[in-house]
Nanobody, 128 residues
Framework: VQLQASGGGLAQAGGSLRLSCSASGGTFNPNTRNVRAWFRQAPGKEREFVAAIRMNSGTEYYSDSVKGRFSISRDNAKTTVYLQMSSLKPEDKAAHYC???????????????????WGQGTQVTVSS
């Protein structure tokens, strides 16, 4: 399975960006608690969880730092996941990575080690 992330760029503080993550080259068993997620990593910092969505139920998970500002969604074909980022802040600047995992339990959705597949990063820069 390959994940392709896109949509990063430059935005002003308070602005919006939409990231996309498309999956190809395989299929996820809908019965294996497939979860798709976004993580981000700023220079000199640890990779951190941003948001995740359970592909069967659509249940969403967010970090406290983005809750209320970001929204994760999936398309009807369940191959592409989106991250709508609004009210951007300079501290949102980071390389954003999409990830996918099977058998991800709720308590582990924020843990990057729970994910088997990773896309390349897409850079988000926010000017103040």
């Amino acid at each position: 399975v390959q994940l392709q992330a896109s949509g990063g760029g430059l935005a002003q503080a308070g602005g919006s960006l939409r990231l996309s993550c498309s999956a190809s080259g395989g299929t996820f068993n809908p019965n294996t608690r497939n979860v798709r997620a976004w993580f981000r990593q700023a220079p000199g910092k640890e990779r951190e969880f941003v948001a995740a969505i359970r592909m069967n139920s659509g249940t969403e998970y967010y970090s406290d730092s983005v809750k209320g500002r970001f929204s994760i969604s999936r398309d009807n074909a369940k191959t592409t996941v989106y991250l709508q980022m609004s009210s951007l802040k300079p501290e949102d600047k980071a390389a954003h990575y999409c990830a996918a995992g099977n058998g991800v339990i709720t308590s582990n959705a924020v843990n990057d080690r729970a994910y088997n597949y990773w896309g390349q990063g897409t850079q988000v820069t926010v000017s103040s």
